[in-house]
């Protein structure tokens, strides 16, 4: 029963004791297995003809439902808001790395090669790295990342991954697929699910310390309108699921809750970010799935994930033949620059002149268009995603498509909102270059695009 000491119940006794109607009173009543149901109560006082009091008269509903689904939407509302705020600062320090790495690399070039710097460049180098993981892990939670989805045999894939996973979580833990047969092909991003599967089976392990059984399973799930209302926030339709169960600790109610928040963790310091779970979160999401965790304390662990199930043939990339196809790069090649942020875009263009590469430079939409009419040729865009001046970089890359259809467009990301689908897909035949790259990346990049 709810806590008599409470707020709400002092007020209810004292408009009881006035004899005052009283109205949307809930309390919570648990049953002896345990049972929660939430009710409200209403109530209208009675009086006789003298005005004396004789009673109440008023309603009880049981209210579960509708608290279960408030309490979704504020969970939602919640998520949500740390998604954009991790979004946010997720796409500034990627700009910061930007600059970061790239100045490491240009100090790194013109150094010798037994310089004694090298030994304090090389760690600041590699942490550069570190902090780019970390900034994609705050993407892939605020369902910021670029995905590439297409038609995915995900047993196939599990087999494939199964092998990385026991490398990785040691060989005192058991293993077991059990895979369906006749499996339907999901529709996500291949890696991206590997990535996920990992992650989650890394969470596993730390929660049976390092030995007990891991359990992948995977089958084929249509939700109908109850079913889907059931799950909470998917919608009806044919799904795959993906179930990683432990028999590890477990997790309580309360831990559950805060499971998917970023840098929330149960493990000790210096184990583990507390980002692995969320992200899962914001892929899973992002793909128009689903994911839910069933666990008690002592009785391990299952988080499923609902993937849409891939209703038509996927468009797989040959890139393997594009790569082998690609003429040498075009020498002397001119670029057109898009980049609001001066540092960034500083770097970017003496990173391609030292390539060899004619580059033009603008900082917005409006001036990369007047600087792209007045030049007589240009080989390729390269554009930022996200700029200011009410032009991003996809109404630059539409722009440009309309006045010369085949030109080549490379759009660089740090924070992708605004300019990609709601479902992460780049628009038409757009490639992209995720921040912080390296003059490698970049070089490599550039010499894809113009030999495509």
């Not at 993407?139 to 038609?151: C, E, I, K, M, V």
């Not at 069933?294 to 797989?316: C, F, H, I, N, W």
């Not at 006045?403 to 909102?417: A, H």
Request: aromatic share 6%.
């Amino acid at each position: 029963m709810t806590d008599p000491s409470s707020e709400h119940w002092v007020k209810l006794r004292a408009d009881m004791d006035a004899h005052r109607q009283f109205r949307g009173f809930r309390f919570v009543s648990r049953s002896r297995r345990g049972a929660v149901r939430h009710y409200q109560v209403s109530g209208m006082p009675i009086f006789d003809d003298d005005g004396t009091f004789l009673g109440y008269r008023g309603t009880t509903s049981d209210v579960t439902k509708q608290v279960a689904l408030e309490e979704q939407l504020t969970q939602s509302q919640k998520m949500e808001a740390i998604g954009q705020l991790t979004g946010g600062v997720a796409h500034d320090f990627n700009n910061l790395l930007a600059i970061i790495v790239g100045n490491l690399e240009m100090i790194r070039d013109d150094l010798s090669d037994d310089s004694p710097l090298r030994r304090y460049l090389e760690p600041a180098m590699r942490s550069a790295k570190r902090g780019g993981e970390l900034t994609h892990r705050l993407l892939a939670f605020s369902r910021r990342q670029t995905l590439n989805p297409a038609q995915v045999d995900t047993n196939g894939l599990i087999e494939g991954v199964t092998d990385i996973i026991r490398r990785t979580i040691g060989p005192s833990v058991e293993i077991e697929t059990k895979l369906a047969d006749d499996l339907w092909p999901a529709f996500v991003d291949h890696h991206q699910l590997e990535s996920a599967i990992l992650n989650l089976a890394i969470n596993a392990r730390d929660a049976m310390e390092d030995k007990g059984k891991l359990t992948i399973e995977t089958a084929n799930v249509l939700l109908d309108d109850a079913l889907a209302e059931s799950q909470q926030d998917i919608r009806p339709g044919d799904y795959i699921t993906i179930a990683v169960s432990d028999t590890g600790t477990g997790m309580s109610d309360e831990v559950i809750a805060r499971a998917f928040d970023p840098f929330f963790t149960t493990k000790e310091t210096g184990r583990g970010t507390g980002l692995g779970l969320s992200m899962v979160y914001g892929f899973v999401k992002q793909s128009r799935g689903n994911i839910r965790i069933y666990s008690e304390p002592g009785q391990g662990t299952s988080v499923k994930l609902y993937l849409p199930r891939a209703t038509g043939e996927a468009d797989m990339p040959d890139t393997a033949n594009k790569q082998n196809s690609a003429e040498p790069p075009k020498s002397g090649a001119t670029l057109l620059v898009v980049e609001d942020d001066p540092d960034v875009r500083d770097l970017t263009v003496t990173q391609l002149t030292g390539l060899g590469y004619r580059v033009l430079e603008a900082g917005t939409g409006v001036d990369a268009l007047r600087l792209y009419d007045a030049t007589p040729h240009v080989d390729l865009v390269i554009t930022d995603l996200a700029l200011p001046g009410g032009m991003n970089g996809r109404d630059i890359a539409l722009a440009i498509k309309d006045r010369t259809p085949d030109m080549r467009i490379l759009c660089m990301s740090g924070y992708t909102e605004g300019a990609l689908s709601r479902q992460g897909h780049l628009p038409g035949d757009l490639s992209i270059l995720h921040k912080p790259f390296t003059k490698a990346q970049l070089a490599e990049a550039v010499k894809t695009e113009l030999s495509a």
